[in-house]
């Protein structure tokens, strides 16, 4: 999965993040994806927060799918700027990583970014 197929299969699985695809493009239109992430990492612990499960799952399950099946860059930006940040910032309580529900990739992700959370 590369940049232009993960930003669509977003707008199609998640449309309320359509904003934040506008938001993250820079000058020439090319996507700024380590932005994206952590933007929608952002909006997972957001929506959790306000009990809206679904569209944080279907948010967690597409961020997890593009771990395991994007391209090196894909993967790295949600590696590093969704997966690694994941309990860096205000919100994102142990009960919020608990909730996650990540595939096997993005724990093993986690579990080399060294830190010692629960995810």
Known sequence: MCVEQFAELLRERVPEAEPLLSENLDI???MLLHLLMADLLRLAVEQFHANNGELAARLLDLVDQALRAGDTYVENAVAVSFVEHA?????ETLEFLASLVFGADCRTQADASGRDRPV
């Open 28 to 30: 020439d239109g090319k």
């Open 87 to 91: 309990g860096a910032f205000k919100g």
